[in-house]
């Protein structure tokens, strides 16, 4: 995701995302799995669909840094492969092109562990499940930059 640093009602950002589609290929047609990029506009107000954020960095130029998403290659041939490993290359496809982003943690080990590590937390919480009584409209993020949890 990408949006204004301060929230505030009504801003809008942008959703990179790739994500593993059903579909009728071939002929005759044969139900087959692959892999498609979206992005999309969306508000920075929370929705069900986000539970947690992990801040890397900011971007210095939108323009460049959705070029890099859109030139990140689909591994659609490779078993193994899923959306972390795309968001790795992507990570290095931005950090690459020195007008992508201005500033950014730069080991991806460590970007990675710390998602991983943020959302195991949510979820030994009870943040996820309904079990709990949380405030839905505030989405807790994970700032790398700072060290620290923001709720807005």
């Known amino acids: 995701m990408v949006g204004p640093e301060k929230e505030s009602k009504g801003n809008r950002g942008k959703r990179f995302?790739?994500?593993?589609?059903?579909?009728l290929l071939g002929d005759p047609p044969t139900a087959e799995f692959y892999w498609d990029f979206e992005e999309i506009d969306i508000s920075m107000e929370p929705t069900s669909m986000i539970l947690a954020r992990v801040l890397i960095g900011r971007v210095k130029d939108?323009?460049?840094f959705r070029l890099v998403l859109w030139r990140?290659?689909?591994?659609?041939?490779?078993?193994?492969?899923?959306?972390?490993?795309?968001i790795e290359e992507?990570?290095?496809?931005?950090?690459?092109?020195?007008?992508a982003l201005e500033t950014y943690?730069?080991?991806w080990a460590v970007i990675k562990e710390t998602a991983m590590r943020y959302v195991e937390l949510k979820r030994l919480a009870r943040r996820f499940d309904g079990t709990r009584a949380y405030d839905f409209t505030k989405v807790p993020t994970w700032d790398m930059l700072r060290g620290a949890e923001t709720i807005p």
């Open 105 to 107: 943690i730069t080991d």
């Open 62 to 64: 939108l323009t460049r």
């Open 72 to 86: 990140t290659p689909l591994q659609q041939e490779v078993k193994a492969w899923n959306w972390v490993d795309w």
């Open 17 to 23: 995302h790739v994500k593993r589609v059903l579909s």
């Open 90 to 99: 992507a990570f290095h496809g931005a950090i690459q092109d020195s007008e």
